[in-house]
């Protein structure tokens, strides 16, 4: 906090905002315990690591690093239109898909407009709004899913953006293509539909929306994918938008120049070849959650099916409490208390050895019975 004799102009709408709370880093746990060996399951990131191949195109382009990226990022984007069929104009690249969701909130929002929001989803929707100094409208899950009909019944005429995450984080449930469909039929004119499918490789249910089939549609759609979760490239921030290239223009003219860096741009295209890599991804996802499931169910722990790479538990009592004691025993999980849930813990899914220890380490906190 800065000292009040700055007299510092905060607009009150930045000054009532709390900073985003990420998953503590394994680093800053081991400094501040003074233990080792901690194992993280709370940002839902790739226990494998990061695309092989997708590193060594990394490696291959550091001596390139005096120059300044390619701004319109030009092989990424043609990759990316390769891989989903679309044009290259319809694609905007981010410094991660949360900077998609800032230019969103800038190119389309002022004061006195409204966002429609679920609740509980990605926490990244109500703090991009805010900083535009526009008003969130929450609407609550049914059964643990995002209502689209709900959702629809909040947009009002102050609503430009309407957020829907699919499976949502961190339920880790889908909405039906069906509701989907039936939602963007009455979506009124004036509206951004933002549907985000950070885990969409993730995705087994063939009942679920693959959102890039919407945005050459009538009503503006804009879909976010990420390098940061099944790709393993977290660290590097690199996300991008499928939009309709009237939408991407627009965000074209609010996005900084030279937003995703060289070593960003050359992973994120050979990780998005790397399909083996990909494959291996999904495949020990899917092994995790059956091991988990069970192993929960032997615990008497409930748990809520997913489609995505964690799983939300209710562990029954205090999640705060039953993060510290994961923490002290070197397993980073999230607390729910800050979406709402004050009894569940969201668990990324791990190597089989961390679901291991995180299982352990329940059996040991948890009371018996
Ligand atoms: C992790 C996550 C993102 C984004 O990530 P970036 O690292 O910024 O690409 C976006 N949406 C949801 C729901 C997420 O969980």
């Not at 510092?8 to 905002?17: A, D, G, N």
């Not at 929002?109 to 900083?131: K, N, Q």
């Not at 984080?169 to 509206?191: D, H, M, S, Y």
């Not at 495949?283 to 192993?295: E, K």
Request: net charge negative; aromatic share 8%.
């Amino acid at each position: 906090m800065c000292p009040d004799s700055f007299s510092l102009p905060v607009p009150e709408h930045i000054r009532s905002l709390k900073p985003y709370v990420p998953g503590k880093p394994i680093e800053a746990l081991e400094r501040e315990y003074g233990i080792r060996d901690s194992i993280k399951l709370a940002s839902n990131e790739n226990p494998l690591g990061p695309s092989p191949l997708g590193v060594a195109a990394l490696q291959a382009a550091l001596n390139g690093l005096h120059r300044y990226p390619d701004d319109g990022g030009h092989h990424l984007t043609a990759a990316l239109a390769d891989r989903w069929s679309v044009d290259p104009a319809a694609i905007v690249l981010g410094n991660g898909s949360d900077e998609i969701l800032t230019l969103l909130a800038r190119a389309f929002l002022r004061p006195g407009d409204t966002a429609v929001i679920p609740r509980p989803s990605f926490l990244m929707y109500e703090l991009v709004v805010r900083w535009a100094g526009a008003e969130c409208v929450f609407v609550p899950l049914k059964e643990m899913t995002i209502d689209p009909a709900a959702l629809l019944t909040a947009i009002d005429d102050r609503c430009r953006l309407v957020f829907l995450c699919n499976p949502n984080n961190p339920t880790g449930t889908v909405i039906t293509r069906e509701a989907f469909e039936t939602f963007l039929q009455k979506i009124p004119p004036g509206v951004v539909v933002v549907l985000d499918e950070a885990y969409g490789e993730f995705v087994c249910d063939p009942d679920s929306p693959n959102g890039v089939d919407y945005i050459h549609g009538d009503r503006p759609v804009v879909v976010l994918r990420t390098f940061s979760k099944a790709f393993g490239l977290a660290g590097l921030r690199i996300g991008y938008g499928l939009m309709p290239p009237e939408v991407a223009a627009v965000l074209h003219q609010v996005r900084p120049p030279f937003n995703v860096g060289i070593p960003a741009q050359v992973a994120a295209t050979a990780a998005l070849g790397d399909t083996a890599f990909l494959e291996k991804t999904r495949q020990l996802t899917r092994t995790g959650l059956d091991d988990l499931a069970r192993a929960m169910d032997r615990l008497g722990l409930r748990w809520f099916p997913t489609e995505a790479n964690f799983f939300l538990i209710d562990v029954g009592m205090s999640a705060d409490a039953v993060y510290d004691w994961l923490l002290a025993k070197g397993v980073i999980v999230r607390a729910m208390t800050a979406y709402g849930y004050p009894n569940y813990i969201r668990v990324s899914i791990g190597l089989p050895e961390e679901n291991m220890r995180l299982i352990r380490a329940l059996e040991q906190i948890l009371p018996k019975g």
